[in-house]
């Protein structure tokens, strides 16, 4: 299938650890975002990275980390220095090389904190 | 001021009911134009671009005005399957960001 994989779908995490969400896309896209949607509110841009190697902060970057090894991956991780982090977790890719600007989302990932 | 502003809602109308929502933006450089739904505790989904001239996908017209930094999305006959939150999307790319901002989104509920 083509597409976007967010995984896991559904994360726990104790106050204090670390832990990374996952983004694969098999969709030869460059660019690359992690949004985070609270409860009814719109979503907010945290990281993108429009090529391999690089990537740029966003409006929220605070408390989070990401990566960009390979074109397919863009691993968010959500530190313990995030005071708020529980949240819908969304990865998004865009084809740079093609008009319209359109962007696609996974599925997205549940990081609830206890 | 937020850079893209939406009517919470919920608009709340019933079947067969024409329904219009209106999105404004600050940025007069932006670009792009979106329209996405999002269903509940799922991820958005393109709806449909929105062009200078209006555009038009079966039941849904998409409206652009540059001069009051609008855009609006006219639904007409609303099915009960319309019911979702309604996302207006602004593409910031003029000033390098190349993303998307989006607005908070407008909730519809159809009702039978």
């Known amino acids: 299938d083509g597409g976007i994989t967010q995984s896991p779908k559904y994360l726990f995490r104790k106050e204090g650890q670390n832990v990374t969400l996952s983004c694969e896309q098999n969709?030869?896209?460059?660019?690359m975002y992690w949004y985070r949607q609270d409860p009814g509110q719109g979503l907010r841009l945290i990281y993108y990275s429009q090529i391999v190697n690089d990537f740029q902060k966003g409006d929220i970057a605070e408390g989070y980390s990401v990566s960009r090894e390979k074109k397919e991956s863009f691993p968010l991780t959500v530190t313990s220095a995030q005071k708020n982090p529980t949240a819908f977790y969304l990865c998004a890719t865009k084809d740079v090389g093609r008009s319209g600007n359109t962007i696609y989302f996974g599925e997205g990932s549940w990081l609830t904190v206890v | 001021r937020k850079e893209v502003e939406q009517d919470p809602g919920p608009f709340n109308v019933p079947e067969g009911a024409t329904v219009a929502f209106n999105c404004t933006y600050s940025n007069s450089a932006s670009q792009s134009f979106f329209w996405y739904r999002q269903d509940c505790r799922k991820e958005p989904k393109l709806l449909m671009s929105?062009?200078?001239s209006g555009n038009e996908d079966g039941r849904f017209t998409a409206q652009l005005n540059r001069a009051s930094q609008y855009i609006s999305l006219l639904i007409r006959d609303s099915k009960l399957s319309d019911s979702a939150t309604y996302l207006c999307?602004?593409?910031?790319?003029?000033?390098?960001?190349?993303?998307?901002?989006f607005g908070s989104g407008t909730r519809l509920q159809v009702q039978p």
């Open positions: 999307v602004v593409n910031r790319e003029g000033t390098g960001r190349r993303a998307l901002t």
């Open positions: 929105v062009y200078s």
């Open positions: 969709l030869n896209h460059d660019a």
